[in-house]
């Protein structure tokens, strides 16, 4: 299923991403640094919503308290369990 999430207190003002079962793929930033959110993208393709998790989350971008990967792993998250309440 395809899931469109806004992001909070980064420069995307979307993340999308393909969730089937615990499995992320087709991430798509709207907005950012773009080079460095598709690198991101490529990463993580294929992973599961705990390995993206694992990764990413509680990363920081500068004296922000989140970051765009960080912003990913609480957004592939949220899809997830809000999935599993179907």
């Known amino acids: 299923m395809r899931y469109e999430m806004r992001p909070q207190n980064v420069c995307p003002s ?3 991403f393909d969730l089937n079962g615990n499995i992320v793929t087709n ?3 709207t907005n950012g640094c773009n080079g460095n959110l598709k690198a991101i993208s490529k990463v993580v393709d294929g992973m599961t919503v705990d390995q993206i998790e694992g990764f990413f ?3 920081t971008c500068g004296p922000k308290p989140t970051s ?3 912003q ?3 957004c592939v998250r949220k ?3 809000e ?3 179907q």
């Open 14 to 16: 979307k993340i999308s």
């Open 83 to 85: 999935s599993n309440q």
């Open 72 to 74: 990913l792993a609480r």
């Open 68 to 70: 765009c990967a960080d």
């Open 79 to 81: 899809a997830y369990d």
């Open 27 to 29: 991430v798509e930033f």
């Open 57 to 59: 989350k509680g990363n």
